[in-house]
């Protein structure tokens, strides 16, 4: 069943989290929320779940009305299954009270198999205090797809495993999601984890969803500097267009530092990765902030301008300290973006 999104806003009294957002999380596929705190991915997640009341827009399920400003199920009127961050399990039963909470009681003869699909087996017995937390995600996992819901919505669930064994549990979860066919929300706000789970990718800034697409469409074609960034781990600089040259607040930069087009806008965000920039001594440019040996031969050179913006250098030759410098980019090593 497809889960969709049609002109969705929220507000909390003056604050604005959700603008106008539009978004379908295709059947049987893994669609991640990614933005920064704040930029309002629960608040998308908690008007699905049914957490939330619909204040403008509609949510729609497998093409049919689900919630809008008319009226909306509660929770557990949904075929949705919840998996949050923590507090998931009920800490007064042990797992596999846990686990046929949502059950009919005939189907209660599924609980051992979900326990050992789930990487459990022989830890029914347990109570919540007695895993780890990685243990516990799992077991959060279990309890929610053991019903069968149509739809699952997780938000941030493996933010409290530790990094490790959070790459592990993640696949684990992905392969599990994909042969159940479930389709499946997912809040984060790491890239990384966006990329490795997610069949397809909403980037979210400030109430809004700047991209959707693909791992490889965010990847090989980013709509925004700051989706470039996010996924690539290049730096946004912002840019004035001086004729020939990109004026920046590191220096001015010839135009053929760019690759590609070349928007036609007065105000760019230049996207530009540490190892393409060199530093040139300059009387009128900036002072190191930081100086940092990355360990694989190259150094880290921290710039600070005067708004406090840092841009990071980095270069197999040490600069002179206590000098003051510009930065220039190799050629063809920028992408440029039409700043709004
Ligand atoms: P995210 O999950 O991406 O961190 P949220 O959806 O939780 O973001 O929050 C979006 C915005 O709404 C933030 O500015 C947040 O401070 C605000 N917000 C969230 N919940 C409430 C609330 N219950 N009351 C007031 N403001 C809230
Ligand atoms: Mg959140």
């Not at 507090?87 to 050992?116: C, Q, S, T, V, Y």
């Amino acid at each position: 069943m497809s889960l969709e999104f049609r002109h969705i806003a929220h507000a909390y009294g003056e604050v604005q989290a959700l603008r106008d957002i539009d978004l379908v999380a295709p059947a049987g596929e893994i669609t991640c929320l990614l933005g920064s705190s704040g930029c309002g991915k629960s608040t998308l997640l908690g008007l699905a779940a049914g957490l939330l009341p619909v204040q403008s827009g509609s949510i729609v399920l497998d093409g049919k009305v689900l919630a809008d400003e008319s009226g909306a199920p509660p929770p557990e009127k949904r075929p949705v299954g919840l998996v949050f961050q923590e507090g998931a399990l009920f800490p007064h039963m042990d797992l596999r009270r846990n686990i046929a909470f949502g059950l009919p009681k005939g189907r209660h003869g599924e609980i051992e198999g979900w326990l050992e699909q789930v990487g459990l087996a022989g830890l029914g017995a347990r109570f919540p205090h007695e895993l780890s937390g990685g243990q516990q995600q799992r077991a959060a996992l279990a309890r929610a797809m053991a019903p069968g819901p149509a739809v699952l919505l997780m938000d941030e669930p493996f933010a409290s495993v530790d990094i490790v064994l959070r790459r592990r549990l993640r696949r684990d979860c992905r392969m599990l999601l994909k042969e159940r066919g479930a389709t499946t929300i997912l809040v984060t706000h790491d890239p990384a984890e966006a990329l490795d789970i997610g069949d397809r990718i909403a980037v979210m800034e400030a109430g809004r969803i700047v991209q959707f697409g693909t791992p490889v469409e965010l990847h090989e074609t980013p709509q925004a500097a700051s989706v470039g960034a996010m996924f690539s781990g290049a730096q946004v600089v912002p840019a004035e267009r001086r004729g020939e040259a990109l004026s920046t607040a590191f220096g001015d930069w010839p135009v053929d530092c760019v690759s590609g087009a070349l928007p036609d806008s007065a105000r760019l965000d230049l996207l530009v990765h540490a190892r393409a920039l060199d530093l040139e001594p300059d009387p009128q440019g900036l002072p190191i902030r930081d100086l940092h040996a990355l360990g694989d031969g190259t150094m880290r050179v921290l710039l600070r301008e005067d708004g406090a913006r840092d841009l990071a250098i980095e270069t197999g030759e040490p600069p002179r300290p206590g000098g003051r410098f510009r930065v220039v980019p190799h050629a063809g090593t920028v992408r440029a973006f039409a700043a709004d």
